[in-house]
């Protein structure tokens, strides 16, 4: 069914509807209507006696724990950030950029709310109920500004897809680069279009991810256990602060489901199991978007050519209120649409248009509700038929049995050549733009491949198996090509052999601290640096690496030495080269050719890239790491953990794990130390771990690195961090004999209840 775009006028007429309805709704009947029992990580299992119960205490733990950040996340999805927050003239800027956009998401959710199934309505509007009994009973907590009067509406808003914002800044990047008109950006440096467009000052501003985020996912299947039972693993690793949130949800006779609840939301599960399946996600990089040029009516600048015809371009005007100091002003921002999408940029002759798969789309949670019931393969398919998630790779395992792998994107069935997101392709005909996406089984998919495994490490799908390697002859050009990147490859080193596996196998798998780079291009360097004849510092040091085990293990010594010489090796190997990253050298042979003797190649692509291609440039990065790591952490003579660190409140504990690009299987990424400068300390990786058995009771085992809560003051906060830092993770309560044996707190919303 399409859905009309709705007019912002709906927004006070339909908010007061779902008002009246939440009034018929008293939060004391739904307190009664669930049971919250905390375990000894502070994990609520949730009993409620139906959906919006359940809602309504997801949205009340959530708050427990992690209070402002849901809050600001619903009034930036209201479009109404601008007006209780005070910002200085460049932030409010883009704030009300930001907020004017968020208006048209809401206002979709307002269109699309109705549309949802009952099910579906019933949990984000029982989160929202939530939200507002917690406000009621702690409003000390909150600025006074934030008042309970969330709705449904809120919380269906936060998943509205949009436009991506990359696709965006890079074909504005390709602009500046062709000379347009243009200013610099006073912050970056970048040029900025003149005539930018609301779309495209959000997209220049928008937060640049880290290169390493991403996730790792294994599927074993009954062949390659110990138990005859299939396995499921997973590890997102994001920034700490993107908000896992590990809970447990049961609705007798509905659903049985335990995994990761982003905070912010009821329904965004990137990862969990009931009884009888479970399911990760690891990102992909599918083209989900298509950029248009269409010329500009030589007659008429706001209208376009297409068919022979002049269109107008569609305009919407959206006020946003705006603080500023104890008044409050309003600016208006002014959007133009086309029929196949929103105008980006314009300029004299033409207007851009993006066309995304996933912009406006509104099911996202119910996909994933579906998901969560899911009993078998077949019910799981059809809730992924739904396709309302633009990407990801979805790896599932089941009580049965069966190991699945699905490439998901939302990837248009395009007419033509693609162009990226560097080039604009010309329309003059409508046929000339794409109008469906490839269906969800026309998508590279692997069920019980031989050798009974699935791995993914956000590389293309091509090598998810080795023994059964996707041709990528058989997709269409516009799908992801082939590579497989050092820690695709150290995950296939652990699990592509014939060796059976325990759970607890699998959990020591996981925290892998093997580099692999040191192991494909040591003993080069090794070579290179012995054939100069060091003395001093350099042949202590290469003592050392020689006697180092490869490892990024927190009491090793020799990782931070070589991490910082590869850092120098790249930077000299990129004079006058466009390699941007060492995670690009590393897995892409046209840029790698200066950096290793054997670049990564498909003839052999789990044992490629390897070797050094230069021994002097080698030698002189090695000479200089010793003195940077003199001058950056007072030695080079230091174990792994004695320079990077865990470090959350009054925590400070040495700790394992690397990046990626280095081969890392334990993904870990540091920033410099506040307090001293010559350590580091973890700001993202490895965040929140599960792995799974799948029987005739699923049994499991979970850490969450940071802890259940970002407040300092809750005995949830950092709780899990030494346990993670110790390689450890905790066995997960899902049975009801298993809860009630490590409950520690047993409560409804707003009272406790008597043990």
């Given at each position: 069914m399409k859905l009309r775009p709705c007019y912002l006028w709906l927004f006070g007429l339909l908010f007061t509807f779902e008002s009246i309805n939440s009034s018929n709704v008293h939060a004391q009947d739904l307190s009664d209507q669930v049971v919250i029992r905390r375990t000894a990580y502070g994990v609520p299992h949730i009993v409620a006696d139906n959906l919006l119960a359940a809602g309504y205490a997801l949205g009340y733990v959530q708050l427990e724990d992690y209070g402002r950040m849901v809050v600001d996340g619903m009034v930036k999805a209201r479009g109404q950030w601008s007006q209780f927050n005070d910002l200085g003239a460049r932030e409010r800027s883009l704030s009300i950029d930001r907020d004017a956009s968020a208006r048209l998401r809401y206002a979709r959710a307002v269109e699309t709310f109705p549309v949802l199934k009952k099910e579906t309505r019933d949990v984000l509007t029982g989160f929202a109920f939530g939200l507002n009994k917690y406000i009621e009973l702690h409003p000390g907590e909150f600025p006074a500004w934030v008042k309970p009067d969330f709705t449904g509406y809120d919380v269906h808003a936060r998943d509205i897809g949009s436009h991506k914002t990359t696709s965006i800044s890079g074909f504005l990047r390709r602009l500046r680069g062709q000379g347009a008109d243009s200013t610099a950006d006073d912050r970056t440096g970048m040029r900025i279009i003149k005539d930018n467009t609301v779309w495209a000052r959000v997209a220049d501003r928008a937060e640049v991810p880290h290169p390493d985020e991403g996730s790792n996912t294994w599927a074993l299947a009954p062949s390659r256990t110990t138990s005859g039972r299939a396995i499921l693993m997973r590890n997102p690793h994001l920034n700490w602060n993107s908000g896992y949130y590990e809970a447990q949800l049961v609705i007798p006779g509905i659903m049985n489901f335990y995994g990761d609840f982003r905070i912010g939301g009821p329904l965004i599960t990137i990862g969990g199991y009931n009884e009888r399946l479970g399911w990760s996600t690891t990102n992909n990089d599918p083209d989900t978007d298509e950029i248009y040029s269409f010329q500009v009516s030589p007659t008429n600048p706001d209208h376009f050519l297409i068919d022979g015809a002049s269109v107008p371009l569609e305009k919407k005007q959206v006020t946003v209120k705006v603080k500023n100091g104890a008044g409050l002003y309003e600016e208006t921002r002014e959007f133009l649409f086309t029929p196949f999408g929103p105008v980006f940029h314009r300029d004299n002759d033409k207007v851009y248009v993006i066309r995304d798969a996933g912009d406006g789309e509104y099911r996202l949670a119910e996909q994933f509700l579906m998901m969560m019931k899911a009993r078998n393969l077949k019910e799981y398919k059809q809730a992924m038929r739904i396709q309302a998630k633009p990407s990801s790779n979805f790896t599932y395992a089941d009580a049965d049995g069966n190991i699945?792998?699905?490439?998901?994107?939302?990837?248009?069935?395009?007419?033509?050549?693609?162009?990226?997101?560097?080039?604009?392709?010309?329309?003059?005909?409508?046929?000339?733009?794409?109008?469906?996406?490839?269906?969800?089984?026309?998508?590279?998919?692997?069920?019980?491949?031989?050798?009974?495994?699935?791995?993914?490490?956000?590389?293309?799908?091509?090598?998810?198996?080795?023994?059964?390697?996707?041709?990528?002859?058989?997709?269409?050009?516009?799908?992801?090509?082939?590579?497989?990147?050092?820690?695709?490859?150290?995950?296939?080193?652990?699990?592509?052999?014939?060796?059976?596996?325990?759970?607890?196998?699998?959990?020591?798998?996981?925290?892998?601290?093997?580099?692999?780079?040191?192991?494909?291009?040591?003993?080069?360097?090794?070579?290179?640096?012995?054939?100069?004849?060091?003395?001093?510092?350099?042949?202590?040091?290469?003592?050392?690496?020689?006697?180092?085990?490869?490892?990024?293990?927190?009491?090793?010594?020799?990782?931070?030495?070589?991490?910082?010489?590869?850092?120098?090796?790249?930077?000299?190997?990129?004079?006058?080269?466009?390699?941007?990253?060492?995670?690009?050298?590393?897995?892409?042979?046209?840029?790698?050719?200066?950096?290793?003797?054997?670049?990564?190649?498909?003839?052999?692509?789990?044992?490629?890239?390897?070797?050094?291609?230069?021994?002097?440039?080698?030698?002189?990065?090695?000479?200089?790491?010793?003195?940077?790591?003199?001058?950056?952490?007072?030695?080079?003579?230091?174990?792994?953990?004695?320079?990077?660190?865990?470090?959350?409140?009054?925590?400070?504990?040495?700790?394992?794990?690397?990046?990626?690009?280095?081969?890392?299987?334990?993904?870990?990424?540091?920033?410099?130390?506040?307090?001293?400068?010559?350590?580091?300390?973890?700001?993202?990786?490895?965040?929140?771990?599960?792995?799974?058995?799948?029987?005739?009771?699923?049994?499991?085992?979970?850490?969450?690195?940071?802890?259940?809560?970002?407040?300092?003051?809750?005995?949830?906060?950092?709780?899990?961090?030494?346990?993670?830092?110790?390689?450890?993770?905790?066995?997960?309560?899902?049975?009801?004999?298993?809860?009630?044996?490590?409950?520690?707190?047993?409560?409804?919303?707003?009272?406790?209840?008597?043990?």
């Open positions: 699945f792998y699905v490439w998901n994107a939302m990837t248009p069935n395009l007419p033509h050549a693609s162009g990226g997101d560097t080039s604009a392709v010309p329309v003059t005909r409508s046929n000339q733009v794409w109008k469906k996406i490839v269906p969800f089984d026309s998508l590279p998919q692997l069920l019980n491949p031989k050798g009974g495994y699935l791995h993914n490490e956000n590389d293309p799908f091509h090598y998810t198996n080795l023994n059964e390697v996707f041709d990528a002859a058989d997709f269409p050009p516009y799908f992801s090509q082939p590579r497989l990147r050092l820690r695709s490859q150290h995950a296939l080193d652990l699990i592509a052999n014939k060796k059976k596996f325990s759970l607890e196998d699998v959990v020591k798998l996981k925290y892998s601290m093997r580099m692999l780079l040191a192991e494909r291009v040591k003993a080069d360097l090794i070579k290179a640096i012995r054939h100069t004849t060091p003395t001093g510092e350099v042949a202590a040091a290469l003592k050392q690496l020689e006697s180092w085990d490869n490892t990024v293990n927190r009491e090793s010594k020799g990782g931070v030495l070589f991490e910082v010489w590869w850092e120098r090796y790249v930077q000299l190997a990129n004079v006058g080269k466009r390699i941007t990253s060492t995670a690009e050298s590393a897995g892409f042979p046209a840029l790698a050719e200066s950096l290793f003797a054997e670049v990564w190649s498909p003839a052999n692509p789990a044992h490629t890239p390897k070797g050094l291609a230069n021994a002097s440039r080698a030698v002189e990065a090695f000479k200089w790491a010793v003195e940077s790591c003199n001058k950056r952490y007072g030695s080079w003579d230091l174990a792994w953990g004695d320079v990077n660190r865990a470090r959350l409140g009054n925590i400070d504990i040495p700790i394992g794990g690397a990046t990626g690009e280095l081969g890392c299987f334990s993904v870990l990424w540091f920033i410099p130390h506040k307090l001293d400068q010559q350590k580091r300390e973890a700001r993202g990786g490895d965040g929140w771990i599960i792995a799974v058995e799948f029987g005739k009771t699923p049994r499991a085992y979970s850490v969450l690195a940071y802890g259940q809560s970002n407040k300092q003051d809750s005995p949830y906060f950092a709780d899990q961090l030494d346990l993670f830092a110790n390689k450890q993770m905790k066995p997960v309560a899902f049975t009801e004999g298993d809860i009630r044996k490590q409950t520690v707190r047993e409560y409804r919303p707003g009272k406790e209840i008597k043990r």
